[in-house]
C-alpha cells in the first residue's frame, strides 16, 4: 500500500559528467562542500520529505554512502546505482519508493532551496504533476540541421524547464512503465500519456552545473546567498 501523506525524493546524480574537464560535478566542492551534498542537505531541511533516494554511477556508490554517512543526516537516505540514460536512473529510483509523492530532482543543481520543493509540491496538487520553471528571457530561434531560422515562437509563451519536478507516485510510475524513445525531462513522459503538468515559478539562481562556467558561477551564487 502507498501512503497517502509521504513524500519522497529522487535525486539524480549518475551523469558522466563529460563536459567537466576531468572533474566529477556532483562531488566538486561548493562553499566548501560537494555538489551533492548541498542538494541532499535542501531536501534533508524540508519538513515535507520523508525519504530521500540519491541516484549514482556505480563508480560512486561508495563514495556517495560515505558522503552521507559523514554529514550524518537525519532522514532515511538510500543509495542505488543509476544507468546511462537519465529516464533509466530515474527508474530505478522510483522502484525504491513507498510514498504518493515523488520529487525528481537533479543531483548538479545545488542551489535547490526549501521553498522552492514546497512551492512543487502545493502546485501538484492541483493536477497531480508539476515542474519548476522560468520565462525565457532571450528571444529563441528555431532552425534546422542547417541553421537556418524558419520560427521565432513568441517569448511570452516560453519557460525554461528545471528541477523539482513533483508527480503523483501513480502518474509518474505509468508514464516511466510506458516511456517510448529517450526523455531527458520527466514531465514530457507524463504529457505523452495526456497528463495536465502546471508550471510553478522557479529561479534563475536554480542553475544546472554542465561544464566549469556553471560550477564557478554557482560558487558566486552561493556566496552571495551566504552575505
Known amino acids: 500500500m502507498i501512503s497517502q501523506q509521504r513524500v519522497g525524493a529522487i535525486i539524480v546524480a549518475a551523469g558522466s559528467s563529460r563536459r567537466m574537464g576531468g572533474i566529477d ?3 566538486a566542492p561548493l562553499g566548501g562542500k560537494p555538489v551533492l551534498a548541498r542538494v541532499i542537505n535542501a531536501f534533508e531541511s524540508c519538513d515535507s520529505i520523508d525519504q530521500i ?6 563508480k560512486n556508490l561508495k563514495r556517495c554512502r560515505q558522503l552521507i554517512t559523514e554529514e550524518g543526516w537525519s532522514k532515511p537516505i538510500e543509495v542505488c546505482a543509476g544507468e546511462r540514460r537519465r529516464q533509466d536512473s530515474v527508474a530505478a ?16 543543481r545545488p542551489l535547490v532551496t526549501k521553498g522552492l ?4 509540491l502545493r502546485a501538484a496538487k492541483e493536477t497531480g504533476a508539476a ?8 528571444t ?19 519557460w525554461a524547464v528545471q528541477t523539482p519536478q513533483v508527480f503523483c507516485y501513480g502518474i509518474i510510475a505509468k508514464a516511466y512503465q510506458q516511456a517510448k524513445g ?4 520527466d514531465a514530457s513522459l507524463v504529457e505523452q500519456l495526456g497528463y495536465k503538468v502546471k508550471l510553478y515559478m522557479g529561479s534563475y539562481d536554480n542553475i544546472k552545473i554542465t561544464t566549469p562556467h556553471d560550477l564557478a558561477l554557482a560558487e558566486l551564487l552561493w556566496q552571495k546567498r551566504g552575505k
Open 131 to 138: 515542474v519548476a520553471a522560468v520565462p525565457v528571457t532571450d
Open 25 to 27: 560535478k556532483v562531488f
Open 182 to 185: 529517450e526523455a531527458t525531462d
Open 53 to 58: 533516494v540519491v541516484v549514482v554511477s556505480r
Open 93 to 108: 529510483g522510483l522502484s525504491r519508493f513507498n510514498c504518493h509523492w515523488v520529487i525528481i530532482h537533479d543531483g548538479a
Open 117 to 120: 520543493i514546497e512551492r512543487g
Open 140 to 158: 529563441i530561434k528555431v532552425a534546422n540541421d542547417d541553421r537556418i531560422v524558419h520560427q521565432t515562437p513568441p517569448r511570452q509563451n516560453l
